[in-house]
């Protein structure tokens, strides 16, 4: 149309580098749309401390077992509190 001021679709510049970045970032929030949050996939356990797992990591050690027989990974550098000594 002769005078119209309108933007067609096919005016647009279309290069392959923008397609490509289009094309990634849609991937990109199809995956992390799929993916769980950090720590919501293990149970806590040890009062929040601990983690229930089928295996601990090198940096836990294993405190008991949790409720669906997996084990309770606490860190070393947590440590259980201790009750004070009551003197008589």
């Known amino acids: 149309m002769p005078g119209s ?3 067609l679709p096919s005016d647009l510049p279309r290069s392959p580098a923008a ?3 289009l094309l990634l970032l849609i991937v990109a929030l199809l995956a992390l749309g799929h ?4 720590r919501s996939e ?3 356990c040890w009062k929040g401390q601990g983690a ?4 601990c990591t090198r940096q836990e050690t294993y405190m008991h077992m949790c409720p669906d027989a997996s084990l309770c990974c606490l860190a070393y550098g947590t440590r259980p509190l201790a009750s004070k000594p009551v003197y008589v």
């Open 35 to 38: 993916m769980p949050p950090g």
């Open 42 to 44: 293990f149970k806590r």
């Open 52 to 55: 229930c797992r089928t295996y």
């Open 19 to 21: 397609m490509t970045q």
């Open 5 to 7: 001021s309108g933007v």
